[in-house]
């Protein structure tokens, strides 16, 4: 049964007329033509799909995009402001880390996601929130580079 | 070679200009380019347009290795233009010239030849361009910046852009030119970030599952429970009664389409099929007994003095079986492809290693000349091997020829890891001694299933004889699963065998590792690389086990030398090893982009703990039984060691492969740590807790 459903995607409404039982994932895909937001395995075992639901890192191939309702929605496409890129993804642009880049988005918002809560994170409470992020092409070193970078970025100390 | 003559390649490229420029062919024909019959017009590989931009075409594809940033690379110095200014057209069979595929670390070393060749002549031209426009002799010209200057005052000057505005020409240029040297270049051999980076990290790169076409639908295609399975009744009349689904059959094909992809998937779930599924002979458990049943034809790879006569003489004989399981691709992208069928045309965006393979299946299922249909590659999430063959191409393109309608396929997890074909499961027996002084006096090796490369010992030995039967290229009636390559295919096999008995050998020595592969190791090169991992590693080398947990591994793969010491800790009680450094020095010849070439080693790092420690595809019969991630690990972030690249400075070698040759080394440098760490032989990929604590109670 469909139903309306209204929620906050990259700062603008929006709003689907489809059955709430559907995931995130498809509808921000095919409905919203959202494409940034990737399916890597469906089960929410590898992080591809991550975006960012009430600030909070949620995969979105499991999550009903009837729970999004009303909720604040930012996929990879909403991260920037403007042409302004966030600290995260001009991290990763700094390390090189990416490669095939199919995982990336996921990743950016996650780390996004970890350093709004710990801005100042350990190298260990960076692999733990990673954890669960799968990089086929084996870029992880880099990655765990770019996220500390991308906190002194935050905390203002740019460099 | 590109069966495009010039006047299709301008009428395929629309509305820039391009300069036609033909070369003196025999001259080009001198320069090898090993065989791969690239064409001989540098129009197939750079167009300029107007506004200055340089197109670069290439049949390869770029899938994270970061080709589309090194070829870039390697035309702007020969062009002598802006790396910014350049745009690749990657994997596009209508417009890109033919290639064979992206595999085997090849792109650099086998495709940079011809278009750096094709940039120094298209700048020749544009220097005798400008001669004519300036009324200055060519002499007295250079370039740089897309520009063309006069030497003496470098204000009179005219950009490429206004050389082939409004222009259609076709010159001769009859003195063949050589790319630049090393020594002149100032875009090769410095980091670059990657071309692709903010694409990426903006979720604005298109990979096959993110183009749209009007009207497109999603197939869910239903697929057997298990390989040889055959299916005996099928009822669809549920799928069909879901809204918006449409059911199409076409002999062994079956399909749900739906505007939406979670809805076609919803529906097919709804289609009842009985299958008859042979009985399950073979599994994960079984199958290197049932390997080893019957053997393929034996293929010599190398015969020296005599093993059989060396090894009753020879002191501490060693004999090993290595064994590893099937492992998969996995990458993050599942196979995916998008197919509009037109009257004239028929156009497939597909996620592949190989375009211009992927048309001609297509051709051969729609009973269509190749020429009328054209792959579209945009970015691949990932390969690694597995994105060789286009099946998912195929079942698009004749989804859509049925339906009228562009239909899209994108496997879901379950059907990547069924349909994959997997690095095989192989054997390598090994047999070997030493003579009196302690060098190796023989070296006994047969490889079953794992193919050749790395099977051929680098280091010196009097007697040696090296058999390979069978391999990864077509599939064995014995291989009960298929079977294809898998990041450098063969080598991690073989150099897994390899590694771990010399290190066998060393201990049996009583020598260190380092220092007894130094001792019968000829080549320079490997030499050199050894040399400096060891100093990098830092400290001195024991005997293993030294209970210290490092270990030792030397390849030689793709044309590069690559030499890894690691030190791994090993949890006795639940066997459980953790990997806490690895260094690696790398000797790749002339390194475009060293940036990249980095990345690539620490991929390479990376990935292999996934086969060495891992990874192992179980299986039933027909069924394989790993369908996501829950079950097959990938490494993750908790994982990756310390990771130390050290990249050989050796400018005067051509290019050599990059994005394979670390990967081989893995298993071994592993398994030899874990000795060093507990006097434990692991001879079995992947090395799991279970596997390990075994071997600890073995006692090594």
Not at chain 1, 72 to 77: G, K, N, R
């Amino acid at each position: 049964m469909n139903q309306r459903i209204r929620f906050t995607l990259n700062g603008q409404t929006a709003e689907v007329d489809t059955d709430p039982a559907r995931s995130l994932l498809w509808v921000l895909r095919t409905d919203l033509g959202l494409t940034g937001t990737k399916f890597g395995c469906g089960e929410g075992h590898c992080g591809a799909c991550t975006v960012l639901v009430n600030g909070q890192a949620t995969e979105s191939c499991s999550l009903p995009v009837g729970r999004a309702a009303g909720a604040e929605v930012t996929t990879i496409e909403g991260l920037a402001q403007g042409a302004q890129l966030h600290p995260v993804q001009l991290a990763f642009m700094e390390h090189d880390a990416l490669q095939c880049g199919f995982c990336t988005p996921g990743m950016i918002l996650r780390a996004t996601a970890l350093l709004r809560r710990d801005p100042d994170p350990t190298p260990e409470a960076i692999v733990a929130g990673l954890e669960g992020h799968l990089c086929r092409c084996g870029t992880h070193v880099r990655v765990i580079a770019a996220v500390r970078t991308a906190a002194r970025a935050l905390q203002g100390g740019a460099q | 070679m590109s069966t495009m003559d010039r006047r299709e390649f301008v009428a395929a490229l629309g509305g820039g200009l391009t300069v036609l420029l033909s070369v003196d062919v025999r001259a080009l024909l001198a320069e090898p380019d090993q065989g791969r019959g690239y064409p001989a017009d540098l129009n197939a590989y750079l167009r300029i347009g107007e506004d200055g931009r340089v197109t670069l075409f290439t049949g390869k594809i770029e899938m994270g290795q970061g080709v589309n940033t090194s070829l870039a690379q390697m035309l702007a110095d020969e062009l002598d233009v802006p790396l910014a200014s350049i745009d690749p057209v990657m994997g596009d069979t209508d417009v890109c010239p033919s290639d064979m595929g992206t595999f085997g670390s090849m792109t650099i070393r086998f495709f940079g030849p011809p278009l750096r060749r094709a940039g120094a002549e298209a700048r020749n031209a544009l220097v005798e361009l400008a001669a004519e426009k300036l009324g200055l002799p060519a002499e007295r010209l250079d370039t740089r910046n897309g520009y063309v200057f006069d030497r003496q005052n470098a204000a009179v000057r005219t950009s490429y852009g206004e050389l082939v505005k409004g222009q259609k020409l076709v010159r001769r240029v009859v003195t063949a030119v050589s790319p630049e040297a090393v020594a002149e270049h100032d875009v090769c051999n410095r980091p670059a970030p990657r071309i692709d980076a903010r694409l990426k990290v903006t979720g604005a790169a298109r990979y096959a599952g993110d183009i749209r076409r009007p009207g497109m639908q999603y197939a869910a295609v239903l697929r057997p429970p298990a390989h040889g399975a055959t299916m005996r009744s099928v009822d669809t009349s549920a799928a069909e009664s879901v809204a918006g689904a449409r059911v199409l059959r076409d002999g062994d094909l079956v399909a749900v389409l739906h505007a939406l992809p979670d809805a076609a998937a919803q529906a097919l779930a709804r289609v009842k099929a009985e299958w008859d599924i042979p009985a399950a002979a073979v599994t994960d458990r079984t199958i290197f007994e049932h390997l080893q049943q019957e053997l393929p034809r034996a293929q010599s790879l190398a015969e020296r003095g005599s093993v059989d006569a060396a090894a009753p003489g020879a002191l501490k004989v060693a004999e090993a079986r290595y064994l590893n399981h099937y492992v998969a691709h996995a990458p993050i992208e599942t196979h995916t492809a998008l197919a509009q069928v037109e009257p004239e045309k028929v156009t497939v965006w597909v996620s592949t290693q190989t375009p211009f393979s992927a048309r001609d299946e297509i051709a051969r299922a729609l009973v269509v000349a190749p020429e009328k249909v054209r792959v579209v590659t945009p970015f691949v999430g990932g390969g690694f091997g597995g994105k060789t063959y286009n099946l998912q191409a195929v079942q698009a393109a004749r989804l859509a020829k049925l339906a009228g309608v562009p239909v899209q396929v994108c496997w879901p997890r379950r059907d990547e890891f069924f349909h994959d074909r997997f690095r095989p499961a192989a054997v390598v027996r090994v047999r070997s001694g030493l003579d009196a002084s302690g060098r190796l006096a023989l070296w006994d090796f047969e490889t079953l299933y794992a193919g050749t490369n790395g099977a051929e010992p680098i280091y010196e030995v009097p007697n040696v004889r090296v058999m390979a039967r069978g391999g990864w290229q077509g599939n064995s009636p014995r291989q009960p699963l298929a079977v294809g390559p898998w990041r450098a295919p063969a080598a991690n096999t073989n150099v897994f065998a390899v590694e771990s008995q010399i290190d066998r050998m060393a201990t049996a020595a009583g020598a260190d590792p380092v220092s007894f592969r130094l001792a019968h190791l000829a080549d320079e090169r490997a030499r050199r690389v050894l040399r400096m991992a060891a100093e990098r590693f830092g400290g001195s080398f024991a005997p293993a086990p030294s209970g210290r947990g490092i270990g030792v591994a030397v390849c030689n793969e793709v044309g590069a030398f690559d030499a890894a010491i690691a030190q791994v800790q090993v949890d006795r009680a639940t066997g459980r090893v953790q990997v806490q450094r690895i260094v690696c020095v790398q000797d790749m010849g002339e390194i475009i982009n060293p940036h990249g070439a980095e990345l690539q080693v620490e991929g390479c790092l990376t990935m292999g703990l996934g086969y060495a420690l891992a990874e192992q595809v179980r299986f039933e019969g027909g069924r394989v039984v790993d369908e996501n991630f829950d079950t097959y690990q990938l490494p993750r972030f908790s994982w990756v060691p310390q990771l130390e690249v050290v990249l050989v400075d050796n400018p005067g070698l051509a290019p050599q492969g990059g994005g394979e040759s670390a990967i081989p080394l893995v298993g071994a440098v592993v398994a030899n740590a874990i000795h060093d760490a507990c006097g434990a032989r692991l001879t079995e990929l992947p090395m799991t807790p279970a596997r390990v604590r075994e071997a600890i109670e073995r006692g090594g």
